[in-house]
């Protein structure tokens, strides 16, 4: 069994649907990503044994398999796409790592790349012959008394949790302003005239106060808005690091567990748990964490559920100020988490959840 380590992570900016990004299909927006997340590992394309990013919204065609070829990949990698949902992008990791620990493979890039822009229409078939019927999302699960809306998802959480709203928007604004302050040069590869997370703006709380309310105590501020972008790491085997000119981070371990489906937004703190279990840690031991914002009072949960130290969490800000391109989120998490970890040392943990009460949780470290 080997051990794993994530030698390099990069992203694109994020931006919201019809955005900055719009234009670029799922190959243009990850293929320059991966690319180049290769060469900064001081690894070339013919090293790679694997590709796997999550993707939620692109209606089939391994989306894995055309950007590793659009990457300059060989031939022979087949590559895989997984449709976790917003967990996707962070499974990539877990499942990237488990091929590397087993012997299956030596180098796997892991990621997710998702465009809300350019995203399929979706229809069903009628059987009896009838005109398709447009849906929006598929169920998550086959009972649709427990198959809420996100945002109504959201709304039984902050009553169940009892997470005022001024509480999330307070999120939301710190969000903003944490992101505003970040210097992301180094993990963010531009695209089409894009440098830099286009949402992040000066959220203010009177701002917030007077966003459109969409249930609820959520609103408009402080819940993730739809968006377009990717994110790779780069997973390698002890034997490759070590002839790497930098060594990169220890993959120390990573999860998904299913929890209830009508609570989504804290599935992560039983993985997170799980997680400190499996690894002999506590939330004491991190440096940063890295948690999901799909909306401010998830995060919130997450971190009260999980026991961790809101100081650390987020430190350049979350999804709330960026966007959520479902299944890329858990990817950027943890390409933000191996830079914030570079910087700061210790261990760093990234968790995400997704509709039908699932909750994934991965862990880095210096060694």
Partial sequence: MSGVRVVSALRTPVAPRGGGLARLDLDALCAPVLAKAIREAGLGVEDVDEVVLGNALGAGGNPARRVALAAGLPERVAGLTLDRQCCGGLDALVMGAALIASGQAEVVAAGGVESYSRRPLRL????????????DRPPFTPWPDRDPEMDEAAEALARSWNIARAAQDAWAVDSHRKARM?????EVVPLAGVERDTFTRDLTPRLAARAPGLVGSITAANAAVAADGAAVCL?????VAARLPDPGLAYRGGITLGARPDLPGVAPVEAIRALFDRTGTTPADLS???VMEAYAVQAIACVEGAGLDPAIVNPGGGGLARGHPVGASGAINAVRLWHEVKR??????AAIAAAGGLGTAVMLSVR
């Avoid at 997973?235 to 034997?239: A, W, Y």
């Fill in 288 to 290: 940063v964490a890295e």
């Fill in 235 to 239: 997973l390698v085997s002890d034997r």
């Fill in 182 to 186: 970040a210097e992301m040069r180094g």
């Fill in 124 to 135: 069903r078939t009628d059987p009896d012959g009838g005109p398709p019927v447009a849906y």
């Fill in 344 to 349: 700061r040392g210790g261990t760093g943990l």
